[in-house]
């Protein structure tokens, strides 16, 4: 079945580092509660603050999917909407749906366990 497994994660300090830490974390994540047969393609969005390395690109290379569809987008910026945060949609094989987010984007849905 096609599915858009949804996820989220934060950055604190905005440095590039903890921007590899926190993306493939989240990805790690993602893959270990969904067993995931076949992605068709990945985006992410950042808040404006993420501005040093792309996320995408991460993926990309930490993960070896040069032959997926990944693209990242920039956030639009409403009123009161949290900063540091990363965003995913992966559109892919699975028979599960489980949404990950992680640390500060937990607020994003408080109704996920």
Request: glycine share 4%; aromatic share 6%; hydrophobic share 40%.
């Amino acid at each position: 079945m096609i599915v858009d497994i949804r996820g989220a994660t934060s950055i604190e300090t905005f440095s590039e580092q903890e921007t590899i830490e926190r993306t493939k974390e989240l990805m790690e994540e993602l893959f270990m509660r969904n067993k995931v047969e076949r992605i068709i393609s990945i985006t992410f969005s950042v808040t404006e603050d993420i501005n040093l390395i792309n996320p995408a690109s991460i993926v990309r290379k930490a993960f070896g999917l040069d032959q997926i569809s990944l693209m990242c987008l920039r956030e639009a910026n409403f009123k009161g909407s949290m900063n540091g945060i990363i965003r995913v949609s992966m559109l892919c094989e699975s028979q599960d749906n489980n949404f990950v987010y992680l640390h500060r984007a937990r607020m994003l849905r408080p109704d996920l366990k």
